[in-house]
């Protein structure tokens, strides 16, 4: 049952991952495993070898749905997000607007008097709003990446690192960054590509996993302290990057290589947006009923060792 759940996290976040507007970190922020997901990445980075191979049977787990979650995007379900955008992101809306209040309730002793820390609530806001602001309109063509010189080596390089801290946060989509930087449409379609045998993006593709690799080690560190130490500051940033995101989603289908209108009030579905609430109203009461049975305390909060503990990474 937990492979099963872990995969299906997995696959969820790489639907979030492989459109621009949401994060694979918001996802798992929504779906009450970030905290999991971080400590096991941090583990297997940083941690002891039995820490590693705990944590390896985790994101095993996770990647296992993640791999296949991306390849349905790729290959199956690219077409269905340019001509179903609406309903997509009527979709996110429910996932984002019904999981809030479960994150408010789970994390009322992080929020609670510490109303101070609002300040961060209207930064996480502001920064995804104005990401979102300065996005370019329309995917378009991007940049070729079947040849690469060193300056390009490098952005690549860079724009990988930069991406994945974004997927990592919730909040923040990796793929509306990938956008900017002109990179979206390449990466997609060098991972298309690649699918089909045809190797011409490889080289391009392995500097970008390279550069996801170093970004992820250097942000894992850093996002685990900060929850520890300051945790209600980053509850309420990431409360902001979430309701900035809603604005990002409102905007996601002028981010297409054919870009639409923003979704509006004629083109919204309320029956995928129920759909997307009832999806999270699902998966808590799996959640709760798996911890029950598993015996695991129902927080979204970390441990307060530096070492994660085995039970919220198995």
């Not at 997995?10 to 994060?23: C, H, K, Q």
């Not at 011409?200 to 894992?220: R, W």
């Not at 297409?256 to 083109?267: A, N, Y």
Request: charged share 15%; proline share 4%.
């Amino acid at each position: 049952m937990k492979l099963l759940l872990n995969a299906f996290r997995g696959f969820m976040m790489a639907l979030a991952d492989s459109v621009p507007g949401v994060s694979g970190g918001t996802i798992a922020f929504i779906l009450g495993f970030y905290d999991k997901f971080i400590n096991s990445l941090d583990a297997l980075v940083y941690g002891k070898k039995s820490d590693k191979l705990d944590a390896l049977k985790f994101l095993a787990k996770l990647g296992l749905g993640w791999v296949i979650g991306m390849g349905a995007a790729v290959l199956v379900l690219a077409n269905l997000f340019e001509s179903q955008i609406y309903a997509v992101s009527s979709l996110f809306l429910g996932f984002i607007i019904f999981a809030i209040p479960f994150i408010v309730y789970e994390e009322r002793n992080s929020l609670r008097d510490h109303y101070g820390n609002l300040v961060f609530l209207l930064l996480g806001i502001t920064v995804v709003s104005l990401v979102t602001y300065f996005n370019p309109v329309s995917g378009g063509t991007g940049m070729s990446i079947t040849s690469l010189n060193l300056g390009l080596i490098f952005y690549v390089f860079l724009a990988g690192m930069i991406a994945i801290s974004s997927m990592i946060l919730p909040g923040i989509s990796g793929s509306t960054l990938l956008l900017i930087f002109g990179l979206y449409l390449p990466i997609i379609t060098g991972v298309k590509d690649l699918l089909h045998f045809d190797f011409s993006s490889l080289p391009a593709l392995i500097v970008f996993g390279l550069g996801v690799i170093a970004g992820a080690v250097l942000v894992i560190k850093f996002i685990k302290l900060t929850l520890e130490k300051y945790r209600p500051a980053m509850i309420y940033l990431i409360l902001g990057l979430m309701l900035g995101s809603l604005y990002a989603i409102v905007m996601g289908p002028t981010t297409l290589s054919t870009p639409v209108d923003p979704l509006s009030f004629s083109t919204f579905s309320p029956i995928f947006f129920l759909l997307g609430g009832l999806i999270i109203l699902g998966l808590e009461w799996l959640k709760s009923f798996l911890e029950k049975k598993s015996g695991e305390k129902p927080s979204l909060e970390c441990p307060k060792s530096e070492e994660p503990r085995k039970s919220e990474i198995d």
